[in-house]
């Protein structure tokens, strides 16, 4: 293994950001791993809010997606639901002042490697690249989190973004003291299906490319995660396709939830911090509130897409997405039908077109709470019925 997992379940040294500061959060620097010879920290904001009855309280790692940072109310928002949370920046850049169009988050003096994938750079050393560096930085925020006076270390999980989602299915897969993960729209297979394969991975060359997705794709450490995750995305994401999500979440061994809306937007707004699913997920394993629903089996009999569920909260209402089109996934048009529910049976049915080249179910609860069916591609392969 490249870390010392070890070296990163140590509680890392910290320093004082002063001035920069946000009302409610602390700001602070910790301690990385070396980059070119000389020692790095890390940007953060942290935040641990107050228990009336003194118990600790669970937490959860926020990690950012690409051109983003540490983001001050990310953690407020957290802290709101009850949590202690821990924002770091991944790529040795600042969170003030707001960069104007165009231009880099300013970065300090101690900063590790730029991000983001820098799939030109794979003929480095590995310990010399991006993706090396930010898993140790979430893995030892979460160290620094798990220190924290009022601070359950039993109960703490991670949720990242777009490339922090990327980051979370690594991260997640190689430190077992994540209760659970959520990643956003980040997934593996990267060289399989993905935005990357059709513009950055060719523009490294062939070599680079080769190299970087046999270190650093995700699809390498899934199947070593055992503990609860739960997947978000929208049908037309722009960079993680649903072909490599779907194979990346079929990896891990642990139970899964998976929740793919109809054409949401990419980006740290709407789907990215603040859907319902996340709270509700994160309280059911911190908090042992009512969970998400869970799809329990789904498939294509004749021309009959199914699945079945199980629920503690009333189904109100199921979906059926499906596409026509074929070629690039982020370009193909979904579309939206009702599907019958039997709430007696927990099954929802519905017949589909023999020219649907893609599809799946989404059922929502009474909190507009939405979980997935796999995807099924009727004319790829013949599809086994699938039980949860």
Not at 3 to 24: C, E, F, H, K, M
Not at 82 to 108: F, M, N
Not at 261 to 273: A, D, K, N, Q, T
Request: glycine content about 8%.
């Amino acid at each position: 293994m490249l870390w010392n997992i070890d070296r990163l379940t140590q509680v890392p040294a910290t320093y004082p950001a002063d001035p920069i500061s946000s009302p409610g959060v602390q700001s602070l620097f910790y301690d990385t791993l070396p980059f070119e010879g000389h020692a790095t920290r890390s940007f953060a904001w942290l935040g641990v809010p107050k228990r009336r009855d003194g118990a600790p309280v669970p937490g959860i790692v926020l990690v950012h997606g690409g051109d983003g940072t540490a983001f001050d109310y990310w953690v407020r928002l957290w802290n709101s639901r009850g949590y202690a949370a821990i924002a770091i920046d991944t790529c040795g850049a600042l969170p003030i002042p707001e960069p104007k169009a165009g231009e880099s988050r300013p970065r300090h003096s101690h900063s590790g490697p730029n991000g983001w994938g820098v799939f030109n750079h794979a003929h480095y050393e590995p310990t010399e690249q991006w993706p090396y560096h930010a898993v140790a930085d979430v893995v030892l925020a979460h160290s620094l989190l798990r220190s924290q006076p009022g601070v359950d270390p039993n109960r703490i999980g991670i949720t990242g973004i777009s490339w922090g989602g990327y980051l979370t299915c690594i991260a997640a897969s190689l430190d077992t003291r994540f209760q659970f993960a959520m990643p956003v729209y980040g997934c593996g297979f990267l060289g399989e299906d993905s935005y990357w394969k059709y513009n950055e991975l060719p523009a490294a060359g062939a070599e680079n490319a080769r190299r970087w997705l046999e270190l650093w794709d995700p699809k390498h450490f899934l199947s070593a995660m055992d503990r609860p995750m739960c997947w978000l995305n929208g049908t037309n994401d722009f960079a993680y396709f649903m072909p490599s999500y779907q194979k990346s979440y079929q990896l891990p061994t642990g139970p899964r939830t998976i929740c793919i809306r109809h054409e949401v937007p990419h980006g740290h707004g709407g789907l990215g911090e603040n859907p319902r699913e996340l709270q509700v997920f994160a309280d059911a394993f911190t908090k042992g509130e009512t969970p998400l629903s869970q799809i329990t089996g789904s498939g294509l009999t004749g021309k009959k897409l199914w699945a079945t569920w199980q629920s503690d909260r009333p189904i109100l209402y199921a979906e059926l997405l499906y596409t026509l089109a074929t070629g690039y996934w982020a370009d193909r048009k979904w579309n939206v039908l009702p599907a019958k529910c039997d709430a007696r049976t927990r099954r929802v049915e519905v017949d589909i077109l023999p020219e649907v080249t893609a599809c799946y179910l989404n059922l929502f609860d009474d909190r507009n709470c939405v979980v997935s069916s796999e995807m099924i591609q009727p004319h790829v392969h013949h599809i086994q019925p699938v039980v949860n």
